[in-house]
């Protein structure tokens, strides 16, 4: 009984660092030499520990933001809505006093949050105002009512002074705003770009 052996073809080295042609002496074998294994283990277990490690790091990412208070997710989607307000009206100057300059603007609310909470997020409540006019003049709310009737009418103006409905915000409500707000920013970047 005769039985024929299949004769080995040459391999590349699996040790990234080495590369060489050899010959198997076992089917399975995928490095040249002895020095060669222990240097792709090694590799291995590197990657598999930064594996490990990053596998840890989304599971802490993914438990922060379960136990995440309500109040976090509010502070997320007001700064996604500013940076939309500062962007959508990066053209036009000021509400209050309708200058152009250089220095920082903010997303200037005609009605409080403290007094209308239930427009914290409505658009035609908020424009672009520059830093002077939102922090040492109080918002300068004679002068950006008068750019607000401009602006967007009376009628709307008036609503905006009426009565509203409290809302009450969920943290899945929030967090589609934030998604949603940052969608609306993308879109303005690539439009300006």
Not at 21 to 31: G, I, N
Request: glycine fraction near 4%.
């Amino acid at each position: 009984m005769r039985v024929a052996l299949k004769e080995l073809r040459k391999k590349k080295c699996c040790n990234a660092a080495c590369r060489a042609e050899f010959v198997p002496a076992r089917s399975m074998q995928v490095v040249c030499s002895p020095l060669c294994g222990l240097a792709v283990a090694k590799a291995k277990r590197e990657k598999d520990r930064k594996s490990i490690d990053q596998c840890e790091r989304r599971e802490i990412r993914v438990a922060k933001e379960r136990i995440k208070p309500k109040a976090d997710h509010v502070r997320e989607a007001q700064q996604a809505f500013n940076e939309f307000i500062r962007l959508r009206d990066k053209d036009l100057p000021c509400v209050s006093c309708g200058r152009h300059h250089e220095g920082q603007y903010h997303a200037g609310h005609y009605r409080t949050v403290g007094a209308n909470p239930e427009l914290r997020f409505e658009p035609l409540n908020v424009w672009k105002q520059c830093a002077p006019c939102n922090n040492h003049k109080s918002g300068d709310i004679v002068n950006y009512r008068i750019e607000l009737v401009k602006r967007i009418g009376a009628e709307r103006v008036e609503w905006l002074e009426g009565p509203h409905e409290p809302k009450r915000y969920t943290i899945e409500n929030l967090k589609a705003m934030k998604a949603d707000y940052r969608e609306k920013i993308k879109e303005l970047k690539r439009a300006a770009a």
